[in-house]
């Protein structure tokens, strides 16, 4: 979930690895930047252009290059773009970075995985689901189409995978 934990995968051997939470103190930065040089595959998700910008800048320091995700509200007002054309802005503007490549949308439901009533979870998780594929839509119809969409967990799994959104 955070860059310390990732920098100790990494120092771990570990690879593929993916930041979920949203890396924006500009110390946390200059970390991510220096671990995209040595981690292979490493991803983070970001949720603001001017983040993607100061990190985008960071990389440049560092001469390397990231993949990002980006994060979307789930409706907990935390972290993420609170709407479909905020995903665009900020698909747009990652795309005028030479050092970021888009390639997906996190969308992580934290709430919705501990609704111990299966048939409320699942009315829940379909509601949330249909939000986050006008995301998904909105971004496709401005050319963004994600590669990936990530975010199911435990609690939801099952529902995730029939709905057939997350990849």
């Known amino acids: 979930a ?5 920098e100790a995968l990494a120092e771990g051997g570990v690879t593929g690895i993916l930041v979920t939470s949203p890396v924006a103190a500009p110390r946390a930065i200059e970390r991510l930047a220096a671990l995209a040089n040595r981690a292979a595959g490493l991803m983070a ?3 603001h252009p001017a983040v993607a910008e ?6 440049g ?7 990002v995700i980006i994060d979307i509200d789930p409706g907990i007002a935390r972290t993420g773009v609170a709407s479909p054309a905020a995903a665009v802005e900020l698909a747009r ?3 005028t ?10 969308f992580y439901c934290g709430s919705q995985q501990h609704i111990e009533n299966f048939a409320e979870r699942r009315a829940a998780i379909v509601e949330r689901t249909a939000y986050l594929q006008s ?5 496709a119809d401005a050319g963004f189409g994600p590669e990936i969409v990530t975010g199911s967990g435990t ?5 995730d995978l029939e709905l057939g959104v997350f990849t």
Do not use: C, S
Request: glycine share 12%.
């Open 2 to 6: 955070k860059i310390g934990e990732a």
């Open 45 to 47: 998700v970001v949720d």
């Open 54 to 59: 100061a990190i985008d800048a960071a990389l």
């Open 61 to 67: 320091a560092e001469g390397a290059t990231l993949d």
């Open 93 to 95: 503007a990652i795309a």
């Open 97 to 106: 970075l030479p050092r970021l490549r888009l390639r997906g949308v996190q």
């Open 135 to 139: 995301v998904i839509d909105g971004l």
């Open 155 to 159: 609690g939801t799994h099952r529902i």
